[in-house]
Nanobody, 126 residues
Framework: QVQLVESGGGLVQAGGSLRLSCAVS????????MGWFRQAPGKAREFVSG????????VYSDPVKGRFTISRDNAKNTVYLQMDSLKSEDTAVYYC???????????????????WGQGTQVTVSS
């Protein structure tokens, strides 16, 4: 059974930091690119960041570029999202997702991602 479990969300003041983690089980983690998406109330789910299977390629959406850092530890089957300089507009439920591929692709849309976590709430107060 595949499981993606996010943690690390919470309430933080604007300008603060959070580190999200996504622990993955039930699949061969190193065969999957990993992505972080977020969904604010009344809005569509949007891409935040993604990392290739090896960790060698990282992609960020424009709103988070320079503030967020994605990383993965294939020995621990975990992907991380370090979020710094948080803004109120970063408030959303954050989801991690896994995309099975054997190249260096990092997809920025939801469709290629096969598995999803349940999400963790991030609230940034201004």
């Amino acid at each position: 059974q595949v499981q993606l479990v996010e943690s690390g969300g919470g309430l933080v003041q604007a300008g603060g930091s959070l580190r999200l983690s996504c622990a993955v089980s039930g699949l061969t983690f190193s065969n999957y690119a990993m992505g972080w998406f977020r969904q604010a109330p009344g809005k569509a789910r949007e891409f935040v960041s993604g990392v290739s299977r090896s960790g060698g390629t990282a992609v960020y959406s424009d709103p988070v570029k320079g503030r967020f850092t994605i990383s993965r530890d294939n020995a621990k089957n975990t992907v991380y999202l370090q979020m710094d300089s948080l803004k109120s507009e970063d408030t959303a439920v954050y989801y991690c997702a896994a995309d099975l591929n054997f190249g260096t692709r990092v997809a920025t849309t939801t469709t290629p991602y096969h598995y999803w976590g349940q999400g963790t709430q991030v609230t940034v107060s201004s």
